[in-house]
Structure formats: structure tokens, C-alpha cells
């Protein structure tokens, strides 16, 4: 059977990653998956994580299977991180909580759960979203659509265009919605705005579903909860779908969780059953480790404060980064404004460039952007490659003008 099989496409993130590293290029620059570096290009392992991996290495005795919706005390940490302490949520045990692998798995067992049990609803996307979106809940089964998102500008929120497109869903359709730093886009709602959506939310009578992959990355952990709480004072059912890949630096560890908040516990007691079973039949119950790092990085009041600082040196090397971006390219090409890329929040911004301008630079300079939006992972721009990033930027630009 297997003979007859053409290879599948590759995938529009992850193919770029494979084809950079077979690419002999020396000066080449991966600027298209999602992942933090350092000034030295390097993704870093945090000391906190270091310290955390150290402690329980020394105090582990069994490996065990993890239950189903797996660690108690990690699930417990990441609703404190979502809402804070002393949420009514938290005190009313209103929210549940699935360790998941990744942030991935999270939004799968999520679509799941949703083709499960309320099967027929429409689950609308910002466009654009992450490429990967639309493929997982499609693949679970369920009606995808697209919300507008960005002006025809791609600097700007079209606020008012999403307002309507809301107003065009029906009661019980879900609406996918990114917590802080959107990916692809780099662009945020404000807080006037989140009320705004949080009101048209309940008025149609729509189930938030929150992607909060970057926590910590825009702004300060309470910051970049703002449209997530936000939405929870007007709306009493939500899912949430969270990962620790970003800011714990976890990418392999596969650390992620998926949420469910109801009208009050009774109910989110019934959910949980109803994930576990979607977790069962998918992959059983998660890996123990990342989520361990995690949960004894929170709990632990110094690891606690390190892991704060260094989330905070990751992010405001990220600010840097773009507003020495924004400099460069002035020098480079005045004529082009890329000011916006500088308000924008967390790792990626759509850079305008075109398809045609996105080729050269990967076959001219080894130099790799995702197609769709010129979307570029600000992360991965360094003291040693930002010259040469500019400058190529710059050359196509004035080709285009040409």
C-alpha cells in the first residue's frame, strides 16, 4: 500500500526549520520557528529550571503513570498563573485543569472535547492565525471559519471589522482568541478593546476559546492576563489552552494545558470527565517531567522570583530587539517606515514583505522568513546578524522600488 504514497507537503513552519538546517550557508539566520534566543543565538536552559531538575532528580523514587488529566499540583499552578490566587473562579472551583504535551496537545484534546460533545459548532479563527490552528480542529472534525483580524495595512488592529464579523456567529460557535502577543502578528487588542469583545462575547452567546502561549512575553505575567480576566467577568464558561514552551524555555519537554472554566464546580467536575476521556483515547496520560520543572519552579518562592527576572531579561531583550530593528532599518532604508514592528508585543511580527521578497532573502542570503505576512520571530534577530538581516531587507526593498 505504501508504495502508492506521494510525499506530503511540508509544513509551512517547520519545513523552513528543516530546510535552514540543511543549508551549508554559514551566516545563515533562522527567523521562522517560534523559539527564543539569546544574544549569543543559542535558546538557553533557565537556572531555574537547572535548579529544579537538579532537586528532582535527587528526590525522585518511581516512574509511574501520571492519571489521566496528570499532575494535581502543576494543574493547580497553572490556574493560579491564569487567573492569580484569589480568582472567584479559583475559590468557587469553577475551573479544571489537563496537563497536556505541549500547547499543541492542549488545543487538541480541546477540539476533541468540543467534536465530542457539542458537535456542529462552527469555530472561528483570526486571519491570520497560526498556521497550525485551522489543521487541528479541522482535522478533529469540526467547521472551521475566519474572523477578520488585521487592516489591509498588517500594522493594525481592524477592530471594528472583527466586532461585525462577530455579530455574524451563531449562539454556541466558538471563537478562538489569542491572550497576548498574536501570533502571527505581534498585534494586541488594548484593555478598552477587550471589554468590548468580552460584551459581543456574552451578547452572542459564544464560548471563548484562549490561546495563551506567551505569557510573560508582551507584559508582566498580571499584564498579559488582562484580556483573559477580562473576559472572564462577563462570560462564565471558557477553554483555555496554555503552554510553557515560551517562558520556561520548554520547547522539548511538551509542558501545556488545557482549561475548562464552567458556571460553577458541579459543572466543571462533568467536563473534566469528559477531557479525561478524550485524553484516553488519544494518548493515554502526559509525560511527568516538564510539568514537575514547572510545578516546583512556582511553588518555590525563590525559583519562584528567578524565573520571574528571567522571563523578564527574555522579553525585554525582545523589546530591544525591535526597536534596534526599527533603528537599523531607518539608516537603511528611510524612505520605509517599520516603526510598527516597535509596538508590537512577544516573539513574532508581520513584516510586510512580500512572497516575492521573502523568497530572495531565503535563496540570496540564507535567510529564513515565513511566507505567509513576512511573518519573523523578532527572537531570533542577534547582535551578529542584525546588520546583515537590514541590509538584505533593505536591498529588496529597493529592487521592489525599481
Request: charged letters at 25%.
Amino acid at each position: 500500500m505504501f508504495e502508492s504514497l506521494a510525499p506530503a507537503p511540508p509544513d509551512a513552519i517547520l519545513g523552513l526549520g528543516e530546510a535552514f538546517k540543511n543549508d551549508p550557508n554559514p551566516r545563515k539566520i533562522n527567523l521562522s520557528v517560534g523559539v527564543y534566543k539569546d544574544a549569543r543565538g543559542q535558546t538557553p536552559v533557565l537556572r531555574c529550571v537547572k535548579e529544579a531538575e537538579r532537586r528532582l532528580l535527587e528526590q525522585e523514587n518511581n516512574k509511574s503513570y501520571l492519571s489521566i488529566e496528570g499532575s494535581a499540583a502543576y494543574g493547580k499552578s497553572v490556574r493560579e498563573l491564569l487567573f492569580g490566587t484569589d480568582h472567584d473562579i479559583i475559590r468557587g472551583g469553577r475551573a479544571v485543569t489537563a496537563q497536556t504535551p505541549g500547547g499543541t496537545g492542549g488545543l487538541r484534546v480541546a477540539a476533541d472535547f468540543l467534536q465530542r460533545k457539542f458537535p456542529g459548532r462552527r469555530v472561528w479563527f483570526s486571519k491570520p492565525t497560526w498556521d497550525n490552528h485551522l489543521n487541528i480542529f479541522a482535522s478533529a472534525g469540526l467547521s472551521v471559519e475566519s474572523y477578520p483580524y488585521i487592516d489591509r495595512t498588517g500594522r493594525e488592529l481592524d477592530f471594528d471589522a472583527m466586532l461585525a464579523a462577530m455579530e455574524t456567529m451563531a449562539a454556541g460557535d466558538v471563537i478562538v482568541l489569542h491572550a497576548c502577543c498574536h501570533n502571527p502578528t505581534g498585534i494586541d487588542p488594548s484593555g478598552e478593546q477587550w471589554e468590548r469583545i468580552a460584551r459581543a462575547v456574552r451578547a452572542r452567546q459564544l464560548l471563548p476559546l484562549v490561546d495563551f502561549a506567551y505569557q510573560g512575553f508582551g507584559g508582566t505575567l498580571e499584564q498579559d492576563a488582562v484580556g483573559l480576566r477580562t473576559l472572564c467577568q462577563q462570560n462564565p464558561e471558557l477553554l483555555i489552552c496554555s503552554s510553557f514552551s515560551k517562558n520556561f524555555g520548554l520547547y522539548n519537554e511538551r509542558v501545556g494545558a488545557v482549561t475548562v472554566v464552567a458556571a460553577d464546580k458541579a459543572s466543571a467536575d462533568a467536563a473534566l470527565t469528559h477531557i479525561r476521556v478524550c485524553i484516553r483515547v488519544n494518548y493515554s496520560n502526559p509525560p511527568s517531567h516538564g510539568a514537575a520543572i514547572v510545578a516546583t519552579v512556582l511553588n518555590d518562592p525563590a525559583l519562584r522570583g528567578e524565573w520571574e527576572q528571567e522571563l523578564t531579561e527574555m522579553r525585554q531583550r525582545i523589546a530591544e530587539m525591535r526597536v534596534r530593528f526599527v533603528q537599523t532599518m531607518k539608516s537603511k532604508a528611510p524612505r520605509h517606515d517599520f516603526d510598527f514592528i516597535a509596538r508590537q508585543k512577544g516573539m513574532f511580527s508581520f513584516s510586510g514583505l512580500t512572497p516575492m521578497q521573502v523568497d530572495e532573502l531565503r535563496t540570496k542570503y540564507s535567510i529564513y522568513v515565513v511566507l505567509n505576512g513576512g511573518r519573523i520571530n523578532v527572537a531570533g534577530m542577534t547582535d551578529d546578524n542584525l546588520e546583515t538581516l537590514c541590509s538584505a531587507i533593505a536591498e529588496g526593498l529597493l529592487n521592489r522600488a525599481d
